[in-house]
């Protein structure tokens, strides 16, 4: 069964930072993308930074391009966000989802976690 | 960047009745479209891929239909569990999201 599960989220301070952590199971973590795709409070879904199975290989949104920078570990099939110079609209819940093949065009979300929230505020 | 809108914003249904939500694409996405279903505090859960493929494990009763810039997610017989909000998504330009569609009790 595959198992996505984020930690990391907190209240901080705009300008402050975070780093997200997304622990997987039940797949093989080289052959798939993952993305980071957050939610704001009551509204849509966002689109945020995906990493390729290899790893050699990001993309992020431009919303977010120049703060956050997404990584992994394959020796801990563990993912991650980095997230800096926070601000208040970075407010969301952060989704780990894993895509349905390994490079960062693969945009099909097969498998959600169950989130974590990041508040920006003062 | 491309846009996706969906019609209704709400709907108020019961339980038997046939639903229908509208996804359309600001240009061509082919068939590049996923349906999601999301619960409250749960994570979307992926029902449709490619317009019209339904995932594993997901009910019959839902399918999916379209190409291009207009698309559809068709309920036939609206279960207490299919009370939730749907989202489409387009993964044929990087990738943008539906607004949502809230299926609620009438």
């Known amino acids: 069964e595959v198992q996505l599960v984020e930690s990391g989220g907190s209240l901080v301070r705009p300008g402050g930072s975070l780093r997200l952590s997304c622990a997987t199971s039940g797949f093989t973590f080289s052959s798939h993308a993952l993305s980071w795709v957050r939610q704001a409070p009551g509204t849509g879904l966002e689109w945020v930074s995906v990493?390729?199975?290899?790893?050699?290989?990001?993309y992020h949104a431009d919303s977010v391009k120049g703060r956050f920078t997404i990584s992994k570990d394959n020796s801990k099939s563990t993912l991650y966000l980095q997230m800096n110079t926070l601000r208040a609209e970075d407010t969301a819940i952060y989704y780990c989802?894993?895509?349905?093949?390994?490079?960062?065009?693969?945009?099909?979300?097969?498998?959600w976690g169950q989130g974590t929230l990041v508040t920006v505020s003062s | 960047d491309i846009q996706m809108t969906q019609s209704p914003s709400t709907l108020s249904a019961s339980v038997g009745d046939r639903v229908i939500i509208t996804c359309r694409a600001s240009q061509n996405i082919r068939d590049w479209l996923a349906w999601y279903q999301q619960k409250p505090g749960k994570a979307p859960k992926l029902l449709i891929s490619r317009a019209s493929n339904l995932q594993s494990g997901a009910p019959s009763r839902f399918s999916g239909s379209g190409s291009g810039t207009e698309f559809t997610l068709t309920i036939s017989s609206l279960q207490p569990d299919d009370f939730a909000t749907y989202f489409c998504?387009?993964?044929?330009?990087?990738?943008?999201f539906g607004p949502g569609t809230k299926v609620d009790i009438k």
């Open positions: 989802v894993k895509s349905d093949c390994s490079t960062i065009f693969c945009r099909l979300f097969v498998s």
């Open positions: 990493i390729s199975g290899s790893g050699d290989a990001t």
């Open positions: 998504q387009q993964y044929d330009t990087l990738t943008t």
